[in-house]
Structure formats: C-alpha cells, structure tokens
C-alpha cells in the first residue's frame, strides 16, 4: 500500500482534466468527423485524420505538406523570393507550429485519432512487445523522404499513399457509401488495406507502434515539443523510485528519464499516477518546484 509522501504531506490532488482524457479523445473524434462543418475543410485540425473520409470536417496537416512538396518544383521555378514564398505551405505550417509550440506533443496524447484508435485496440492485449528506442528515430526519416523530399521529385504525395488512416477513412468508407467507387478497388487499394490489416494487428502487440516508428506528423511534433510553452517535468527530489509511472505509462517508457522526451506522447498518465507529485506539468518559464520549496512551505506552517 502506498504510504504518505517523503514529506509527510498528502498529496495535492491532480488537476482534474487529467481524469478525462478519454472523453476528449472521443470529442475530438467526433469534432474532427462529424460531417456537420465539412465546408471548414480548408482549414486544418493538427492531428492524423484523413481528409477524403466522408464525415472529415478538415484537411489532414500531412496532406498539405505533401501537396506543397509535390508542387514546389512547379511553384520555385523562375519565380525567385515571391514563388519560394508560395511554395511554402504558410496557413498549415504556421497550424503545426503554433500547437506544438503551445502544447507540445498533446495532440497525440489527448486528441488524434488515430493515436486513439491505437489505444482502444491496444486494450486487446495487456502483455507488450518492447519497440527498441532506435526505431523511433525512422519518424523522421519518413517525414523527409515520403512527405518532403520523394513528393518534391516525383509529384505525387507518397505518405498519403501508404497511409492506413488514409485506408480506412478514405478507402473503406468511402466505397462503402458510394457504389460508384468500388470499380476503382484495384492493386493499389488492396496494398493500403493490407498496410492497414498489418498496422491494426501491430497496435495489439505493441503499444502505438505507428506513433513510435512511422508517423511523420508526430516526428514534427517531438521536434517541437523542445521548446513548446508547456512543459512536463520530473522532480527528482521527490520521486522515490515507486516504479508506478514505468508500469502506467502507455508508451512503455520510463518517464523519469523520458517524460516530456521525443517518445513521448505527452498522455499525462504518469502525472496523473504518480503518488508524490514528482511529475508535473507547467509553464516552461515557471520556476521548477524542488522539494526544499515544499519544505520551506512547510516549516512556515508549522511556526
Ligand atoms: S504520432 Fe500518433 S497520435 Fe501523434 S499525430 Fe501521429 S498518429 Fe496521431
Ligand atoms: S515519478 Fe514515478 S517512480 Fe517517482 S514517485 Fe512518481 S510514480 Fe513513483
Ligand atoms: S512518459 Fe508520461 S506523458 Fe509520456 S507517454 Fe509516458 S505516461 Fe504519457
């Protein structure tokens, strides 16, 4: 059973959004494919939802780098400073960068869907394959080569073309609700339903794996996550190696190396478990709360 903190003090208890993260993953699915606001489809939403699904209220950030990118060589040619400055994809680019810059990678722990989608599958299997950490670094890889650089020569989008989320929101429901398209179901569609097939099986036996290894939107949001507004921290002085966070966190990480790191998703369980307040999140220019603060509070209530 778990005892009082190292200081004597109860814990204070978590904010109470932290108890609800299921219900804003399941807001945030119906927010992003409810149908109703389909004309904002110019707009877009900075998580992993696929555009061409019937119900998809936005476009999908991924897209429109991979349309930019596959149209840049047209955009850059002869048109010097003025077409750079349209090639770049402005709106969109300026979306990822102002999330992530605020809130880190918390688009993947408490509002993509697809990331939920891996959790609710993953509930299948409780026992989990580890995903080496080096693996997690073929994100990036992904994003320059299938997003960025592959679409810039080829002009085709070529993420999106392999995408699974792209297979079941685009290829499955799509033909579902429209007749007309199924004599389009050719090699083509069969690859990204078997890239699919494998991913669902995969998301059983490991956790997120398309989060840890491929997806290249979560690869932007790590590399922003560095220097985003809201930071996670682990207080070492508090912490007394209870081992609860290692066995909640849904990632498999050690969030008292690995809270707030590229791997992680930003989920917030392990603040929510942890018994003694040594992980919390804040303001990165608030003051870092040590123990001898808790302390000093202390000694002053007791004179
Ligand atoms: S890393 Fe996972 S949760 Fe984050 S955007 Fe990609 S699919 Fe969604
Ligand atoms: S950070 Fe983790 S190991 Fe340390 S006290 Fe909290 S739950 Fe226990
Ligand atoms: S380290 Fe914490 S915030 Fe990060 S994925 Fe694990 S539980 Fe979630």
Not at 25 to 43: D, E, P, T
Not at 152 to 167: E, I, N, Q, R
Request: a positive charge; aromatic letters at 12%; hydrophobic letters at 45%.
């Amino acid at each position: 059973m778990l005892s009082e903190t190292p200081s004597g003090r109860r814990r204070s208890k978590p904010p109470w959004w932290l108890r609800h993260r299921f219900a804003v993953q399941v807001l945030s699915l119906v927010f992003a494919n409810s149908y109703i606001l389909r004309a904002w489809k110019g707009f877009c939403y900075p998580v992993l939802n696929c555009w061409s699904c019937p119900a998809a209220n936005f476009a999908c950030p991924l897209g429109v780098l991979q349309n930019a990118a596959s149209n840049a060589g047209y955009t850059l040619s002869g048109s010097g400073i003025r077409g750079l400055w349209a090639a770049i994809p402005v709106y969109t680019v300026g979306t990822l960068l102002l999330f992530s810059g605020l809130f880190g990678r918390m688009m993947c722990g408490w509002l993509c869907p697809f990331g939920f989608l891996q959790d609710l599958i993953g509930r299948l299997r409780k026992k989990k394959l580890l995903i080496r950490p080096a693996w997690s670094y073929v994100r990036y890889g992904v994003l320059v080569a299938l997003v960025l650089v592959v679409p810039y020569y080829t002009h085709v989008p070529w993420f999106s073309k392999l995408c699974p989320m792209g297979a079941l929101q685009g290829g499955l429901l799509q033909p579902l609700l429209n007749p007309d398209l199924r004599p389009m179901m050719h090699e083509w569609w069969w690859l990204k339903q078997g890239i699919l097939l494998v991913t669902v099986v995969a998301m059983i036996f490991w956790r997120r794996p398309f989060c840890a290894v491929i997806c290249p939107l979560g690869a932007i949001f790590s590399l922003c996550s560095r220097i985003s507004a809201w930071e996670i921290r682990w207080d070492e002085s508090k912490c007394v190696d209870c081992m609860l966070c290692v066995k909640r966190c849904p990632q498999g990480l050690d969030p008292r190396r690995e809270v707030g790191g590229h791997r992680c998703v930003a989920c917030l369980e392990c603040q929510k478990c942890c018994p003694y307040d040594a992980i919390y999140s804040a303001p990165r220019w608030s003051p870092v709360r040590v123990r001898e603060q808790e302390s000093a509070g202390q000694a002053t209530d007791h004179e």
